[in-house]
């Protein structure tokens, strides 16, 4: 019988590795090869590791601490290894779901094949379920924080089995430890507490098992120690002012980060939070998921009761909490109990499958029946990879090179000696990434990143230049970028550089900007372009453009110059594509056309100009492409030139390259 069993587990751990692998190939296939916008944090999460920094509340010292051992990969850039951490974290919370799956199927509640199909099942649909898939291929904490609950899980698992106290310290250390990858992983206390309860009550009579389970939990959340000894490390103004130096400051730092969004929503609105919510599970398992959950929940209940309080207060507690809690990327909060969720699934599944299994065994011969309940088993597994189908060209993210193809650009274009304004907090890490990382172009000041607090001369040491609008810069609630009037908020913002189109919920910011007192020279009296167009667009014309004939190297930068006439102020708004593919989209004269008319010259028999150089994508393919415009609310696409673009370099070594 032993014999029999260490086979059985050497299967499970077996497919499990194999379900990991699978998953891992999935997310390097689809994995974002750099910096990427499609976390707010994602930025900062990619450089804080290498400079073992202070990230941003409740701080992450696990997280940074993993992903410093990333770094030190030999291959990619530093942006590059910590998405591939998340692919691998991702991977393994995977593999740890199927086993956690199998450990609660023991043998006798339903046939070995039963068993190792509905948890592949589960195990799937979770992995290649769109949010958390999305989390799979960024840097974030999401991912790491899924592997250290599912092994957590694991480890609670393996007490209940061995009943050994040094088993629990084991857990506990695991567990205070994944508070450093998601502070919210304390929500689950209650659940493990009533288990514990249910499981050996006996237990906590013993002073050994109390002393295990305090020192090992002490242990893992000792990590917070690293908090006030990384705090000179922060830069971004506002969490300077909170630096979690005292006991307040770093309760404020910690428990207590983002008061704003926590219960922010009134009683009588819980009704609605609840509907968000089933909306979300809904798009990550379907209608048939969320049927197969509820199953398993009654299944669970009947069949493992312990496991079922186990699972349910660590459900309930973690959704009532993020219910209420306002933020806009509200799904990735709900990643741990998709987990538990895919569990429930594994177990309404497995009922599924043993119910059509008695009906086959009753009206079937033995040998018939026992080959359907295999056919039954395949069907299942081969049903849990339709997300990856489904999902697989929502969440690829390979190539997402917008954000280092920009800065790539931005590096090449800026003279020496000048300044660079971004954004402080998160949020400017796309620019910190470079200096942080590769110490890129020294001799550009950027005034957002030392720690002290920046004056006018700090700012005005050459010329300046932006990537965050101006009205952004001197407003009192924004992140950090420079104190309040440290600027004028008259100078000109002339558009140098644009970058490619970003589809995140966070606004489009890469665009350079040149800032002076000085007015473009926005509207002229004539113009010879080197192509003449004069194609009409209501009351705009578009008279001509100057486009290079040279070829180009993907990833670098066209050298665009658009001619207009218009007739009257009214907005309009035009997108440039390569092909099919946008390359950007902006008002027509980048926001300052109101202005300049008013103050400098009027639109009456003048020709706006446009000019401004535009980023080629690394990811464009060699070969001859065709520029087009469109205006917004027209059907009509206009081609206005073609661009040839050579491939001489790979796009990673490009940046590599321009870093150093």
Known sequence: MTEILNRLKRTDLFLSLALAILAFLAYLATLTPGLSYQSPDGNELATIPYVLGLAHPPG????????????WLPFGDVAYRMNLMSAICAACAVAGLYLIVCMLLQPGVASPATRRAGAAFAALILAFSPTFWSQAVIAEVYAANAAMIVISLLLLLRWERMRRDRDFFLFALVYGLSLGTHISNLGFAPGIALYVLLTERSALKRPSWWVAAAAGFSLGAAQYLWLPLRAAALSEQGLLRNAPLSLKEFYDYTLGAFPQLKFAFEPSELPDRVVVYIYLLWNQFGLFGVLLGVTGLFTLLYRRTRHYYLLMGMYLVHTWFFIQYRAFDLEVFFIPVH????????????????????WLR???ARQVAKAAGWALACVVVATGFYPLTENFSSSDRSDDVNTNDFYANVWEYLPENSTLLSQGGVMGYDAFYWRLVYDTRPDVVLPALPTHTPSLADVQTGELFSTTPLNGINQSRNPGALPKDVLPTDLWQTPLLVGNVVVTRTRNRLVLYRLSREAPNLVVEAAQPNLEIHAEFGNLTLLGADI?????????????????????????????????QPLETHDLGFGNLPRYTAEIRPLTDGVIVEDYWLVVPSTVQPGSHTLNIQIQGSTVSLEIGSVEVMNEEETMERWLRIAN
């Open 60 to 71: 992450y010292p696990l997280y940074t601490w993993l992903g410093k051992i990333f770094t």
């Open 339 to 358: 987990i538990l969720w895919a569990i429930f699934i594994a177990f309404g599944m497995v009922e599924v499958m043993r119910i059509i299994e008695n």
């Open 362 to 364: 009753r009206f079937s």
């Open 548 to 580: 290079p004939a040279e070829p180009l190297e993907s990833g670098a930068r066209l050298h665009l110059a658009l001619y207009w006439t218009l007739q009257s102020l009214e907005p309009v708004t035009l997108t440039t594509y390569l092909d099919q």
